[in-house]
């Protein structure tokens, strides 16, 4: 079992940037990939940036590239995502996951195991 626990969320303007964190907890030496989600209201989840938490690699949706930028502390077991440039459309609960299984796809729902509770991000215009 891995727990995670979400954030950093908040309310920012437009243009602002927030900095979200997800402490994982219980087996977290055993995950492979860590990723962030998000769910808007009325829209199913998306993936938004993931990132291998063994090896070098990270992925993002076309949404954050270039405004968002996904880390890793091992030492700390904490995941992070600096989000910058934002926009109203990023309204949404952002979501942590972690997989603990090698080789499948990276911005897939299905492929993380264990989901933390989720931290609100609302952007004003």
């Known amino acids: 079992q891995v727990q995670l626990e979400e954030s950093g969320g908040g309310l920012v303007q437009a243009g602002g940037s927030l900095r979200l964190s997800c402490a994982a907890s219980?087996?977290?030496?055993?995950?492979?990939?860590m990723g962030w989600f998000r769910q808007a209201p009325g829209k199913e989840r998306e993936f938004v940036a993931a990132?291998?938490?063994?090896?070098?690699?990270?992925k993002y949706a076309d949404a954050g590239k270039g405004r968002f930028t996904i880390s890793r502390d091992n030492a700390k077991n904490t995941l992070y995502l600096q989000m910058n440039s934002l926009k109203p459309d990023d309204t949404a609960v952002y979501y942590c996951?972690?997989?603990?299984?090698?080789?499948?796809?990276?911005?897939?729902?299905?492929?993380?195991?264990?989901w933390g509770q989720g931290t609100q991000v609302t952007v004003s215009s």
């Open positions: 219980g087996r977290a030496s055993s995950m492979y990939n």
């Open positions: 996951a972690a997989a603990m299984v090698y080789g499948l796809a990276w911005d897939r729902l299905r492929s993380y195991d264990f």
């Open positions: 990132i291998s938490w063994r090896y070098t690699g990270t």
